[in-house]
């Protein structure tokens, strides 16, 4: 049954979904434990180490797994069940959880005995699974919404789900390893998981959506490899995310800052590491309100050279206070270039597509931020921490001037909505 619904979209529309609610539930659980894992492991291993490339090591371990089976998830998606892909990769997500509590309960025998190895073989594992978790998640969430004209809605508040998740994760993750210890850490980290696999659990599985052309293995890379590259306005967007990340990313090296150059300790940590998803919080909630739609392309463009901007006046920071105004000035700056890069994704990609689409935009910016971790631990280790991440701001600008040269279709990108018409809509 059809219902009259004024032209301007209700800003909670999606969180009226029932298995929507469940799907934000799971992903604030899920992003809670890695946020909290992030940090734990990153002090962890730098207390092990005392060593900035060591940071970034972290962050390579990571992606070269992920990168590795990125293009085989997205096609992996496309022809499995989505639903049944997440349980499988968050059940690993969870033995890796565990893993890594049970190190904590034996010290003296594992990582007293080999060091860091042990924590870098987890992560190495839990690559691979996010691997495969990032095309079926994203590909999945539009099967929970049906209608095209509620993904912006639900991107927005999925970002500001995910965003909230890392404001509040780090926070955790700092506080309790700093009050009650690293196995305490680490047991909030496995419960947190497991909540996540229980929420997925309660979504219904939904049919995979019909491929007029099916495809071989080979074949079907190929196709969404040839989609992503023969669209400006994607393969701009993506690509400009990518090396801003790549160069403008500081969080792999906020232990050294907590450490070393704002002295903070691990509570201080928490509270860095939280900072970037203030504003990204903020501002998505404003954007769920008012998203971005006129001169979008122009609007994101500023935004991305707004992140180098606050990146570099970080890196001279020696005020904690002016540090955490920065990281949180830079996270909403990322959120908006996140939710319209999103957008796009999702609306300009076939349904049947997503997975493969999903995988290319992961190797490009999903693993950018582990591969970023990677170069801001290299650059650290040549030049040290500060001219390192101030070399990193300074080329983010650099990307945004040619970026802003070269792609004309992102610069001049509108995303006005054609108007809605009463009844287009229907209650779910």
């Known amino acids: 049954m059809e219902e009259a619904k004024p032209s301007k979209l209700d800003p909670y529309a999606v969180l009226r979904l029932p298995e929507f609610r469940s799907y934000i539930a799971a992903r604030l659980c899920i992003t809670l434990a890695m946020q909290i894992q992030a940090v734990i492991v990153g002090w962890q291993i730098y207390d092990i180490t005392q060593d900035p490339l060591s940071l970034g090591l972290i962050g390579l371990a990571e992606a070269v797994p992920s990168i590795t089976v990125s293009l085989y998830?997205?096609?992996v998606a496309d022809m499995i069940e989505r639903k049944k892909i997440i349980m499988v990769v968050i059940t690993i997500l969870l033995l890796c959880s565990a893993l890594l509590l049970l190190f904590t309960l034996d010290v003296s025998q594992v990582l007293e005995q080999y060091g860091?190895?042990?924590?870098?073989?987890?992560i190495f594992l839990s690559g691979i699974a996010r691997g495969f978790m990032g095309p079926a998640v994203f590909s999945f969430m539009p099967q929970l919404v049906v209608n095209k004209q509620l993904y912006a809605n639900a991107i927005t508040w999925s970002t500001t789900t995910w965003q909230?998740?890392?404001?509040a994760g780090p926070a955790i993750g700092g506080l309790i390893y700093g009050f009650f210890g690293v196995t305490a850490a680490y047991a909030a980290d496995a419960t947190l998981v497991l909540v996540s696999l229980l929420s997925f659990a309660l979504i219904g599985s939904k049919p995979l959506p019909e491929n007029v052309n099916p495809q071989n293995l080979m074949e079907s890379l190929r196709t969404g490899i040839r989609f992503v590259f023969s669209n400006q306005i994607v393969l701009s967007a993506i690509s400009l995310d990518l090396f801003a990340v790549l160069f403008g990313?500081?969080?792999?090296?906020?232990?050294?800052?907590?450490?070393?150059?704002?002295?903070?300790?691990?509570?201080?940590?928490?509270?860095?590491?939280?900072?970037?998803?203030?504003?990204?919080?903020?501002?998505?909630?404003v954007m769920a309100y008012k998203p971005i739609e006129e001169n979008a392309g122009k609007k994101m463009l500023w935004c991305v050279a707004g992140f180098g901007v606050c990146i570099i006046l970080?890196?001279?920071?020696?005020?904690?206070?002016?540090?955490?105004?920065l990281l949180a000035l830079s996270g909403a700056f990322d959120s908006i270039s996140m939710i319209v890069r999103s957008t796009l994704i999702h609306t300009l990609t076939p349904e049947y597509m997503k997975g493969r689409v999903s995988s290319v935009n992961n190797i490009f910016v999903g693993s950018s931020n582990e591969i970023g971790a990677f170069e801001s631990g290299f650059t650290a280790k040549l030049m040290g921490v500060v001219p390192a991440v101030v070399f990193g701001g300074v080329m983010t600008l650099v990307v945004v001037g040619v970026t802003a040269f070269?792609?004309?279709?992102?610069?001049?990108?509108?995303?006005?909505p054609?108007?809605?018409s009463p009844g287009t809509l229907q209650k779910q």
Request: charged fraction near 15%; proline fraction near 6%; glycine fraction near 10%.
């Open 73 to 75: 998830a997205g096609y």
């Open 116 to 122: 860091a190895l042990p924590i870098f073989g987890v």
């Open 249 to 285: 990313g500081a969080v792999a090296l906020l232990p050294v800052f907590a450490s070393d150059i704002l002295e903070t300790g691990p509570e201080g940590l928490g509270f860095l590491r939280a900072a970037p998803a203030v504003g990204s919080v903020l501002i998505a909630v």
């Open 164 to 167: 909230a998740a890392s404001l």
């Open 406 to 416: 070269k792609a004309e279709k992102l610069r001049e990108l509108d995303l006005t």
């Open 418 to 420: 054609e108007p809605v």
């Open 314 to 325: 970080f890196g001279l920071s020696r005020s904690f206070w002016f540090s955490l105004v």
